[in-house]
């Protein structure tokens, strides 16, 4: 059977950090689903299209990644894709508090569902999508953060 992780998140933006985790998932499972999850409640600051399309460039010549954006809850939609996995990445205690709450709660919905944690590899811990938000709302560039180039932002919005 082939080894499915959905690695969830809002990715907003999706980081270098993201990236790490996507690329050392790969070793561990045979495909990783990248699951943008569109949260009604929740304003996003990068939309959700252009930051599946920018995510679907960064890994466009790995062909066991893919990108999909869902309205669902988490567990739910793992199910739908044949995931029995979910990828999620750990840079300190308060991401574990978290992260230990959610996991319980997936195989509630999905009993068959296993999260596999990943502790961040240390120069990308103190990456965060809300700090890149933050520089970037007020101007800073934020290019070395992401695995991919904010110009392409631009054209993308362009090219609407
Ligand atoms: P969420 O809104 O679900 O927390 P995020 O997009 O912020 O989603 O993060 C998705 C996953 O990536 C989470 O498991 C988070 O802990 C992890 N993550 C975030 N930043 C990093 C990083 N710098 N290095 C490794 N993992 C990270």
């Known amino acids: 059977m082939k080894r499915i992780a959905l690695f969830p998140g809002s990715f907003d933006p999706f980081t270098k950090g993201h990236e790490d985790i996507v690329l050392r998932g790969l070793r561990l499972f045979d495909e990783v689903v990248i699951g943008i999850g569109n949260n009604a409640t929740k304003k996003r600051y990068f ?4 930051m599946k399309q920018l995510i679907e460039k960064t890994f466009e010549r ?3 990644v893919r990108t999909i954006t869902y309205d669902d809850l988490t567990a739910h939609t793992a199910r739908e894709l044949g995931a029995t996995f979910l990828l999620r990445g750990l840079r300190n205690t ?3 508090e978290y992260e230990n709450g959610i996991s319980q709660v997936n ?15 240390p120069p990308l811990a103190p990456i965060s999508s809300s700090i890149i938000r933050d520089l970037h709302r007020y101007g800073q560039s ?3 953060f992401l695995p991919y180039s904010l110009s392409e932002l631009n054209k993308l919005n362009r090219d609407d």
Do not use: C, G, H, K
């Open 107 to 121: 195989r509630y919905v999905y009993a068959e569902i296993e999260t596999v944690f990943l502790i961040t590899s």
């Open 142 to 144: 934020v290019d070395d």
């Open 62 to 64: 790995e062909r066991n």
């Open 94 to 96: 308060t991401d574990f």
């Open 47 to 50: 939309p959700l299209d252009v």
